[in-house]
């Protein structure tokens, strides 16, 4: 069957309708929100009373980016069954174990603490640490947001048939707009609302698809007919059969699925990422305090949310069941696989489900997007300027944040443009490895362990750092690093190994300032 | 350690610990989903160990 690469205009009505309503309602919520936050603190954490129905669902639309909610169907397309190692089916795992971790959030910011780095200065009293996790976030959500920009335009281009760097233009101003208005408590309201929407679709679209493509006997039928095809390359003999996809190159390697050491690192990288994306344990900074009832809820709503990527896999699936390897000619270039999730929605759902989709992945793209440049743009202003003039007035403050979006927003967009990822998913996964990998540790960790120091967390961020250059797609192919599940695990275990070995060999926090962290009363 | 916190711990790594061994042995939709049964089983493991050993009051 040939992908419906035709737009209507009756498509392009009910696309640019659906995103409309959702900013409206996004910028509605947002607006509200802002009128009520008084100062650039209230801006930040909101007014610490998010419940678990809304924390849970805003973290839920925090971790659906554009890699789970459009990049997932790309990965099941390309890849087949081993596109399902980024896919993330045990991402529920690393969710819950943000969920146990997260909550201790509130711990710091009843210190004063009112961003992540901000945390790391209360824990270890440095303002080193604070800039330096600062900086090390903005190079790490950089990388993340070229995803979020490609499966925005791609979702863009084949709905409205519009030029891809077109699209990638309109998305920015979209995305430079919401956040401008809404601000933390706005998006986390903001993030709620598209967090059930994000999870009714992707639900909706998953089964529909599987029953389009003729049931599931029938995809995995059709995927044993099909061979692995590269991005604008030429068909291989390989097999889509299987969770491993054995490689024929040394560029080969530069995926999890090339054995099972990639594997086992890609697992380890779901694991640990939750926690480690500032932008999912930010959630917990305006959470109240909640009752082991309201967790269990707040559980439910990350279980049924986090099988949502799941189902946006089985989209891609059911793509190449029907589309064979089409998707992987120059002709679809730069989308290629990428394309799938909004074809497939287009030849399943008609014109309602299509819209809908492409208001999912605009939800999803735009409030990921806002929720990092948020973070990179308070970074800078709160954790760099404020740590070298801390008598800069608050509402200069507020509004040098709100300026510094614009090139944070302006950065991924020029790379993107630049330099098109060929699979978003795959992409954006060398910064998951390098967020799980540092950060799990940095922040995670030391919110229960008393022993670890500010040179143990600083030299597992710059450990982590440098490995990150190293990635077999970057400059770790010229030192014969080629293996990504050696370089994942080089990444992650070597922070872990920095962490404690420094901590452990360096001066220890007095007792006296840890109490207030580790209070008696704490059971961990 | 108490011994359900251990036996709690004990099911999480199984947890892990299967997910490639059924992606090898099994394969298919078979190993899709359950993969997220596994993540599911383990996040009530670690939820569970939380709110009945370690939880904490404010």
Request: with cysteine.
């Amino acid at each position: 069957m040939e992908p419906p690469l035709q737009t209507t205009l009756a498509l392009v009505i009910g696309v640019v309708t659906a995103i409309a309503s959702l900013l409206a309602i996004s910028i509605s919520l947002g607006f509200l929100m802002r009128r009520k936050a008084k100062n650039f603190e209230e801006w930040l954490v909101g007014h610490r009373d998010i419940g678990p129905v809304v924390t849970g669902f805003a973290l839920i639309s925090s971790y659906l980016s554009g890699w789970a909610m459009y990049g997932n169907a790309g990965l099941g397309y390309t890849f087949g069954w081993a596109g399902s190692w980024l896919i993330g089916t045990v991402c529920i795992m690393g969710i819950a174990l943000c969920l146990v971790m997260g909550y201790r959030m509130r711990r710091y910011v009843q210190l004063g603490a009112r961003t992540v780095p901000e945390m790391l200065k209360v824990r270890f009293e440095s303002k080193m640490l604070q800039a330096l996790a600062g900086l090390a976030m903005i190079i790490l959500l950089i990388v993340y947001s070229v995803g979020q920009y490609k499966a925005m335009a791609t979702v863009w281009t084949i709905t409205t048939a519009t030029p891809f760097h077109w699209s990638l233009i309109i998305t920015a101003v979209l995305v430079l707009v919401y956040v401008a208005v809404g601000g933390y408590a706005g998006t986390q309201w903001v993030s709620c609302f598209q967090g059930i929407l994000l999870t009714a679709v992707g639900w909706t679209l998953g089964i529909a698809s599987l029953l389009w493509a003729g049931g599931p006997a029938k995809i995995e039928e059709m995927l044993k007919t099909q061979t692995f095809t590269p991005p604008g390359g030429t068909s291989t003999s390989i097999p889509l059969d299987g969770y491993i996809i054995p490689p024929l190159t040394t560029k080969d390697m530069a995926y999890p699925w090339a054995d099972w050491i990639g594997v086992t690192a890609s697992i380890f990288m779901f694991l640990l990422m939750a926690t480690g994306f500032p932008h999912n344990i930010a959630r917990f900074l305006g959470t109240r305090k909640i009752s082991k009832k309201e967790y269990w809820a707040m559980l439910l709503i990350t279980i049924v949310g986090g099988l949502t990527p799941l189902w946006i896999g089985v989209v891609g699936f059911a793509g190449r069941a029907v589309f064979g390897d089409k998707l992987l000619t120059e002709k679809y270039k730069p989308m290629y696989g990428d394309a799938v999730g909004a074809l497939v929605s287009i030849s399943v759902g008609g014109i309602p489900l299509a819209a809908l989709f492409t208001a999912s992945v605009f939800a999803a793209s735009v409030s990921t997007l806002a929720g990092m440049a948020l973070i990179m743009a308070t970074n800078i202003t709160r954790d760099l300027l404020h740590n070298l003039k801390p008598d800069l007035p608050s509402k200069a403050l507020l509004w040098l944040t709100r300026l510094m979006l614009i090139p944070f927003i302006a950065i991924p967009l020029w790379w993107t443009m630049t330099a098109t990822p060929p699979v978003l998913s795959v992409f954006m996964a060398g910064s998951a490895v390098a967020q799980a990998g540092i950060f799990f540790f940095v922040v995670g960790v030391s919110m229960y362990w008393r022993r670890a120091t500010k040179w143990g967390a600083a030299s597992a961020i710059i450990y982590g750092l440098s490995l990150t250059i190293l990635h077999p797609n970057a400059y770790g192919q010229y030192v014969g690093l080629h293996h990504w599940g050696f370089w994942a695990l080089l990444l992650i275990f070597g922070s872990a190994a920095t962490y404690f070995l420094i901590s452990l060999l360096t001066k220890p926090v007095p007792k006296e300032k840890l109490e207030k962290l580790f209070p008696r009363t704490s059971a961990v | 350690m108490r011994k359900g916190v251990l036996l709690t711990v004990a099911i999480m790594i199984l947890c892990v610990l299967l997910v490639p061994l059924i992606a090898y042995y099994i394969g298919g939709w078979f190993a899709y989903w359950s993969h997220a049964a596994l993540a599911i089983i383990f996040a009530l493991a670690a939820v569970l160990l939380k709110t009945r050993w370690y939880w904490e009051e404010d």
